[in-house]
């Protein structure tokens, strides 16, 4: 995220160099020194904790001497450390949140000559969202602690009860892009900075700027499945809470993947709003309406039946739709709208090469899209079997895709929408040549001054511009051996 900042990956050791502030170190590792999250890493003080992880598996079958029960010793020692940890980055996070909400947006709010409400989801997020749902589940973590056996402690459960309430980091991280361009516009205002830096003196906050304290989100969405893998490690498969841990780490490994994966697609928005402001001629609502992900896009002869023809189009399979268009005869690179295709109840049918009784032609590597309701079908053919297989394959990732969207909630804002069309209309301005405007010598301008004894035939030809000499003779002249 910044130059200042370290990179490491799990299993890495951190020697730590300044420990000062209480969230984010000073380290080294690799050769190379930076910032990073305390909360990423664990302490090794214990000097105990074997250097084998095979020596942490419980004992079977004829452990002799007491080992099994050493091992198990161990084992519920480094559990208690781990549950310890998890707890405590949570209190540290909940209060880190609350400072956020009550130090910055609160104070934000009494200024309504500086900020707007808008500019503040802007900036926040909904980090209140957050804010009140992991404050619910703080508690629930707390209730499940055993305090005089913390190593029979079950806070998988409590994971599998709340994965659902993470998925709203989802917004969060999909919006920090927009809430750091928003902080970077305002830092160049000495008011803003002032009064930033007001807020986090009478919160009493480390000195770290905004940007930074609204980074840990999301780097919190992703310490998740390091700190349950943890957990699973030294839980014994007879714990009655090994199932749990188990199934929450795949829990909250898909809550990341589901992120990262609405955060490509929002990203992709853009370029789809790109894509259809560069198609000459477009009809109907915009593609973003319904659609956020091109799934497949190649070359398909459209058959038709009125007239009986076959048509060359470029076909783009989106999520809930299908856009043909027209190549244009010159220039191959503009396409031109044709049409598109409602995927919503279709069925997508193999046409076997053979003759056609409908169209009465001949098709291959064809097949149908027909809709059971209207009775609305169109055919199209490939020029390959290859080509033909992919694009049915497409078409039966473009129905999980939908699916997969509707158990998710996946959607876009009509905000998100309006804004990747507006940027996509402002690069297409932008991109387009200038108009022409009229020759200098058509202007009305004051005409230069002359000196009286120039005679009046060479003013005049002095006042005209200069011409390029024709080719037209030039080119008839080499056309002349096909004069027969």
């Known amino acids: 995220m910044d130059d200042q900042e370290l990179g490491f990956q799990a ?18 590792v690799a050769g190379g020194e930076g910032w990073f999250p305390a909360g990423f890493v664990r302490l090794r003080v214990n000097q105990d904790e074997p250097a084998d992880d095979e020596a942490l598996r419980a004992g079977v079958g004829g452990a002799e001497d007491g080992t099994a029960g050493a091992q198990s010793s161990v084992r519920d020692q480094m559990r208690t450390n781990v549950i310890r940890e998890i707890l405590s980055t949570e209190r540290d ?21 500086m900020f707007s409400e808008e500019q503040l989801r802007t900036i926040f ?37 709340h994965q659902a309430h993470f998925q709203i980091y989802s917004d969060y991280c999909n919006n920090h892009p927009d809430a750091c361009a928003e902080l970077s516009r305002l830092a160049r205002l000495s008011k803003y900075t002032y009064f930033f830096e007001a807020c986090r003196l009478l919160q009493r ?4 700027s905004l940007d930074g304290f609204l980074l840990t989100p999301v780097q919190k969405i992703c310490q998740y499945p390091l700190q349950l893998a943890e957990l699973l490690k030294y839980t014994h498969p007879q714990h009655r809470d090994f199932k749990d841990v188990e199934a929450a780490l795949d829990a ?3 809550v990341a ?42 070359e398909l002869a459209l058959v038709t039946l009125v007239p009986a023809k076959s048509q060359q189009r470029v076909f783009f399979l989106f999520d809930h739709q299908l856009i043909y ?35 009465h032609v001949s098709v291959k590597n064809a097949f149908r899209l027909r809709c059971s309701a209207t009775g609305e079908s169109h055919l199209l053919c490939a020029r390959k079997p290859e080509q033909k297989q992919r694009w049915l394959q497409a078409f039966a990732r473009e129905r999980q895709q939908v699916r997969l969207d509707q158990e998710t909630g996946f959607s876009i804002t009509e905000l998100q929408r309006r804004q990747a069309m507006l940027k996509a209309n402002k690069l297409q301005a932008a991109g387009k040549p200038k108009a022409l405007g009229r020759p200098y010598y058509l202007m009305r301008q ?39």
């Not at 919503?344 to 053979?354: A, M, P, R």
């Open 125 to 161: 997020g909904n980090i209140e969202d957050i804010y009140r749902c992991h404050a619910a589940f703080v508690k629930a973590l707390e209730q499940r602690f055993n305090r005089e056996h913390p190593h029979l402690s079950e806070l998988g459960a409590c994971f599998l009860e």
């Open 252 to 254: 909250m490994k898909k």
């Open 325 to 359: 268009c027209k190549k244009d005869l010159l220039r191959r690179d503009v396409l031109y709208y044709k049409g598109r295709v409602d995927l919503g109840g279709l069925e997508v049918e193999d046409v076997e090469d053979c003759k056609d009784r409908d169209l």
């Open 93 to 113: 996070y909940i209060k880190h949140l609350r400072d956020i909400c009550e130090g910055y947006i609160r104070q934000c709010r009494k200024r309504a000559d």
């Open 205 to 208: 906050m480390i000195d770290i």
């Open 11 to 28: 299993g890495d050791v951190v020697e730590v160099m300044d420990a000062t502030h209480r969230e984010w170190w000073w380290g080294r």
């Open 257 to 298: 993947r589901l992120i990262n994966e609405r955060k490509r697609r929002l990203e992709n928005i853009d370029k789809i709003a790109q894509w259809q402001s560069s198609v000459e001629g477009w009809e109907g609502e915009d593609l973003l309406a319904r659609s956020s992900e091109l799934i497949h896009s190649g």
């Open 446 to 484: 004051k005409p230069p001054a002359l000196p009286a004894s120039v005679p009046q035939p060479q003013v005049l030809v002095l006042a005209e511009p200069k011409r390029k000499p024709s080719t037209f003779w030039h080119s008839l002249s080499r056309l002349a051996p096909f004069r027969k």
